[in-house]
T-cell receptor, first 111, second 114 residues
């Protein structure tokens, strides 16, 4: 099993502030995904990073994949209350397509 | 595209009864479907992997006789929680994969066992 460690576990910030969530592992991943989940709903895919060193932007969200493909980060600029949710990173061996999820980061953006 | 549905969205049952949860891929054929459970404030834990027409593969610690999985077609997988007990109360989420590696998640089913 490939383990993913996410930090921090909880983040509470004021609207307009920036935040960064980290996802680390001792294993190499062929790809990592970031999801956002709202209470009572399934996770929604935000992005998949594949190439070491890759940076992807999705509006105010910036995702980075480490050069060694062992870690990733999610940075949100000028956070808004609508960004509130549980952010999950996930990855797995390509052979069987199983996903291992990090423990998640609960982000709360206060208006 | 790539929509996955689950039914029911929430269910309450008495201890000892069995509950069936359906997972459907609405606009694609799912080569593989996965079942997860999620306890409050926790992440998703993979329970089993289901391939159409073959037996499900269960993760370590998951009782296959308690959590019966049937993947009868390329668009439908079912999870039956047999003889449910209060400790089985959880949020059950399925996902489906087509030919690619990406998984598409259903909206989840909240199971409460009284």
């Amino acid at each position: 099993t490939q383990l993913l460690e996410q930090s921090p576990q909880f983040l509470s910030i004021q609207e307009g502030e920036n935040l960064t969530v980290y996802c680390n592992s001792s294993s190499v991943f062929s790809s990592l995904q970031w999801y956002r989940q709202e209470p009572g709903e399934g996770p929604v895919l935000l992005v998949t990073v594949v190439t070491g060193g890759e940076v992807k932007k999705l509006k105010r969200l910036t995702f980075q994949f480490g050069d060694a493909r062992k870690d990733s980060s999610l940075h949100i600029t000028a956070a808004q209350p609508g960004d509130t949710g549980l952010y999950l990173c996930a990855g797995g061996p390509p052979a069987d397509y199983k996903l291992s999820f990090g423990a998640g980061t609960t982000v709360t953006v206060r208006a | 595209g790539a929509v996955v549905s689950q039914h029911p969205s929430r269910v309450i049952c008495k201890s000892g009864t069995s509950v069936k949860i359906e997972c459907r891929s609405l606009d694609f054929q799912a080569t593989t479907m996965f079942w997860y459970r999620q306890f409050p404030k926790q992440s998703l834990m993979l329970m089993a992997t289901s391939n159409e027409g073959s037996k499900a593969t269960y993760e370590q610690g998951v009782e296959k006789d308690k959590f019966l999985i049937n993947h009868a077609s390329l668009t439908l997988s079912t999870l039956t929680v047999t003889s449910a007990h209060p400790e089985d109360s959880s949020f059950y989420i399925c996902s489906a994969r087509d030919q690619g590696a990406e998984q598409f998640f259903g909206p989840g089913t909240r199971l409460t066992v009284l």
